[in-house]
């Protein structure tokens, strides 16, 4: 492991034995902790210097937020707000966590040239202040606190929908100027009415129960519901926007604003609307197309529009100000007490529990880890890890494909993770920057595709991870298990049967199946003063004289000069020598 340019030396494995965890498992969670983590409260020292885990806080935060991070022990925190471009950057240099809410805006400008940032927390729900993919290319977990403000923003869409309804905003302007005019502000009741709900997660069932108890008919729009969920909400759910449109007499949308999302309500679709609508948004500006809702309450098909949240903020200046029909608030759908309380602690202890052991929890650019299932896949994690960069090595040149299939008891395993281990080791010789989180898009971004497959069935081993990698018209398989829980081995390459360590430097030689082939390349590297320490055999059938390959486990690496000196044997097909971490390191890809 690596921290500012000088290696930290690991301690030796606990568990004996050639291969096995290390006690800085946890602490590196595969490579997504900084250097400097804790582990149960232990601090990684280097050079008699402490370094301790430091979060940056980029807005304004409950004070119970920041409580939570000055009582976490072992992690240092500051609040500097108001920071963008060049400041910001220097800024999350020195950071190995962030929290922010919307204030702040982090992009790929920010965030380029960033080794040590290792997640950012927005303490909310919507992320699009923050480039995901940015963030997913520098391997920099994005979470959100998705619970924390549910139950805010859901009354505040209620607060909109009822004002809406009964005109409270123009009628207390009217008073309090010194009119009692009742015509002018007669309203409508919610009850009997139909509203549209699009987007059914927290915020957006939230809502329809409440619609509901104001005996409302609620029809829900999203097509990432499952359709058992849906029957469990005992909501009538269509298909498409077509359908939902025509039918409502309030719409309200509650999913982030994505390009799918962008402009939902545009000038194409206001002719789709039903007339006198009344559209409420507390969601995300842009969902909403803010010309097209003028467009709307001038042609007198929309009869109202609350908005909470605008496409530029902090928006000052919009055509929908002013117009008879609309109801705004600046974003003040998480702003209650009992909201910026809740999302704070919430975002304090996401990044702390990942900080000191790795757990993910409500990520918008990865899976969710928890540390249970860590530490029941870190054997096999380790196994992809060092397959990837086996194949990567053993191939040679550029790959186009690689199929990694699951096999016998790994067929229920998340192959997301073993995929993303696989992938960060097949990425090793290329950067030192792939990990759980961004091996996947670094390698499609190399125009690698991956596939992933499961099969229950198995034979020799109860479980197995087999691969195969594609590229300038070759292709090479490999195939590895665990000994025990912690020892991996490879068991395979391309169709011969064998067992070899996984670790240090390996020479893997096709040859002829015939006497005195083994003899002559130990022969030729004890010329070069390398030894041998265990060596593998596997033949592609019974009978001798046929093809097979040999895996030699090395005490050092080889040269040049002792590689082509084994080239020059007739009966030797191919010659590579393979480098592999040792066997006592974890996954220092961060």
């Not at 199946?513 to 003063?529: K, M, Y």
């Amino acid at each position: 492991m690596v921290f500012q340019g000088r290696m930290i030396r690991r301690p030796p494995a606990r568990n004996g034995g050639r291969g096995g965890a290390t006690v800085f498992w946890q602490a590196e969670a595969f490579g997504l902790l900084a250097a400097g983590a804790t582990l149960g409260g232990q601090i990684l020292s280097l050079q008699g210097k402490t370094f301790m885990p430091h979060i940056i806080v980029l807005d304004d935060l409950s004070p119970e937020g920041l409580q939570r991070l000055a009582e976490s022990g072992g992690i240092t925190h500051s609040v500097q707000t108001g920071l963008k471009g060049p400041d910001l950057r220097d800024a999350l240099l020195g950071a190995d966590g962030a929290i922010c809410r919307s204030g702040v805006k982090i992009t790929a400008d920010e965030l380029q040239g960033n080794r040590r940032l290792r997640a950012i927390v927005r303490a909310g729900v919507g992320t699009d202040n923050i480039d995901s993919s940015a963030a997913t290319r520098c391997g920099i977990i994005v979470m959100n606190t998705p619970a924390g403000n549910t139950t805010s923003t859901a009354e505040h869409t209620m607060a909109l929908m009822l004002a809406l309804s009964r005109n409270v905003a123009p009628a207390h302007a009217s008073l309090v100027s010194g009119k009692w005019d009742r015509k002018s502000f007669q309203g409508t009741e919610l009850r009997g009415k139909t509203v549209g709900v699009i987007g059914l997660g927290r915020i957006g069932q939230a809502v329809a129960r409440r619609c509901r108890a104001f005996e409302m008919n609620v029809i829900g729009f999203d097509p990432f519901l499952p359709g058992e969920r849906a029957a469990a909400l005992d909501l009538q759910v269509v298909a498409t926007l077509e359908e939902l449109l025509p039918r409502v007499d309030y719409l309200t949308v509650h999913t982030p604003l994505t390009a799918e999302t962008a402009g939902i309500v545009n000038s194409e679709r206001l002719g789709q609307l039903k007339p006198g609508v009344r559209l409420i948004n507390c969601a995300r500006g842009g969902i909403f197309d803010e010309a097209a809702l003028a467009e709307g309450l001038k042609s007198g098909r929309i009869a109202g529009v609350a908005l909470d949240v605008f496409e530029n903020e902090p928006c000052t200046d919009s055509p929908l100000f002013g117009m008879p029909g609309v109801l705004v608030t600046p974003h003040l759908g998480a702003s209650t007490e009992e909201a910026q309380v809740q999302v704070a602690t919430e975002a304090a202890d996401l990044l702390v529990r990942f900080l000191v052991s790795g757990e993910i929890c409500h990520a918008v650019n990865t899976f969710s880890l928890d540390m249970k299932t860590l530490d029941s896949m870190k054997g096999q994690l380790n196994l992809a890890w060092r397959l990837g960069i086996l194949a990567a090595q053993l191939h040679g040149g550029a790959i186009e494909q690689c199929e990694l299939e699951l096999c016998g008891s790994l067929a229920d395993s998340d192959s997301r993770l073993l995929s993303g281990a696989f992938c960060a080791g097949l990425l090793g010789g290329v950067t030192d920057r792939a990990n759980l989180v961004n091996a996947e898009m670094l390698c499609a971004e190399r125009g690698t595709r991956i596939i992933r497959s499961s099969r229950r069935e198995h034979g020799t081993f109860n479980s197995l991870i087999a691969v195969t990698v594609r590229g300038e018209g070759r292709e090479t398989g490999v195939a590895g298990t665990l000994f025990g829980k912690q020892l991996p081995r490879l068991v395979r390459i391309d169709q011969f049967q064998l067992e070899a360590y996984l670790d240090g430097h390996l020479l893997v030689f096709h040859h002829r199946d015939v006497p005195g082939i083994v003899g002559f390349v130990g022969q030729h590297l004890a010329s070069h003063n390398v030894n041998i320490a265990q060596m593998t055999v596997g033949r592609s059938g019974d009978a001798p004289g046929g093809e097979s390959v040999g895996v030699l486990s090395l005490d050092s690496g080889i040269s040049a000069a002792a590689l082509q000196s084994l080239v020059g044997n007739d009966d030797i097909r191919s010659v590579r020598h393979v480098t592999l971490p040792d066997s006592q390191a974890g996954m220092p890809w961060s």
